[in-house]
């Protein structure tokens, strides 16, 4: 492991800032033939109310989403996946609660696939006639999402466990939000959110960082952007206590989905404490949850369980829940045990040995990951905006006690703080 570490610290990326502002940082990675570049805004959906140049900003739902939507309208026409198609390249894109991001692979061509990447995401283009052509697109995919049962479950318990907070809406936002949608917030969130001081630009490969960076340069020095305004977040008085204990749909399915969550309070500003809080959760989860722990296999052996079933944390800096579930034809036993495996370990404390699998569990599971650009860059990023480094994930983890672990236990997991979401058949 020490070793491990030690190579983590020397095989960094070469990270450069542009004179647009734009951060970017190369990792060298020998004998792979595939490159990868992920190109990051910190734009997502829960950026609702936010502060440019002093000015409080109402942002509707949907919009980080409807705008990566518009970003692959190109002025001249044609279609963005064609021309990377064209150049043996595959890219795509998603929004998340906090970022949207661009990404391509590809095995050739990977300076004119940059060039691309980097130009078709900081140039929009709009039109009265596209956008209104793109809200009927954004229409038919928020119907869809209200016809999934899994994606019901999920934003039926965030509506729970959250009062005001903009993580409880869907990404993609409703009907009625996107159509406040207009070519003036699209533009004024263009400009603050993908101005190039707002981007980190990864790119992994089997490649030359210097060759790399410089083209990058020049690509940025072609370019004029506005002075950048900067952004933050309107602060949230999210109450401590959830909203509601429990949801039930109705949907056209053969079996019930059950999600049981909680609201973690606890969001620190620091990047090493927001990491700790993390690892700490996936330990949590592995103990208590994990295939190889007895708490999955009485629910399985209960019937109570399929092989679906997962437990996990997620969170940020201003929001956090643990949310655990799956398809059950038996909701309100397996709530019942759930509710006794997390009161169980509470009374009775974890067990030194579990604790040191969970950990080594997730050693291994990390250094899997390192084998995977796309895992290696989306991470690299993430920890990036943090101020972290990659070295940090097995510095902390080693840090993380039996004391620690209990505590979190203790303190984050009140049934109080607790909600059941049940989607389950139309006709049972």
Known sequence: ??????????????????????????????????????????????????????????????????????????????NIFDDFAALGASCNAYTSFTTTNYLFSTWENTEECLENLLNFVQNLYLTPESIAKEKKVIEQEISMYYDHPGWRVFYNLLQNL???????????????????????????????????????????????????????????????????????????????EIKNPRAREKLSISQPILHLGYKINHHPQDGIKQLERGLSFAILSDILFGTGSPGFYDLYDKGLIDDGFSAGFSGEENFGYFIMGGNTNFSDRLVEELYRVIKQAQNQGIDEKDLKRAKKKLWGSFISGLNSLEVLAGQFVKDYRRGLELADHFEVLETITKEKIEKTLQEEFNPSRSSVSLVEPEIE
């Not at 960076?213 to 309107?234: C, H, M, T």
């Open 162 to 240: 959250y009062y005001k907070h903009p993580v409880r809406n869907d990404i993609a936002g409703t009907k009625e939000s996107i159509s406040q949608i207009n070519e003036k917030i699209l533009n004024l969130c263009h400009k603050t959110f993908y101005h190039p001081q707002n981007q980190i630009l990864a790119v992994i490969g089997d490649i030359n960082s210097g060759e790399i960076i410089d083209l990058v340069e020049e690509n940025q020095a072609r370019k004029s952007f506005d002075p950048y305004s900067g952004f933050s977040l309107e602060q949230i008085e999210e109450p401590e």
């Open 1 to 78: 492991m020490n070793k491990l570490k030690q190579t983590l610290l020397k095989e960094k990326p070469v990270i450069r800032e542009t004179t647009s502002g734009l951060t970017v940082a190369v990792w060298e990675t020998r004998g792979f033939q595939k490159k990868y570049a992920f190109l990051s805004c910190p734009f997502g959906s829960i950026h609702n109310q936010v502060w440019i140049n002093g000015n409080r900003v109402t942002i509707p739902e949907g919009t980080a989403h409807f705008l990566e939507h518009k970003m692959f309208v190109l002025a001249e026409g044609g």
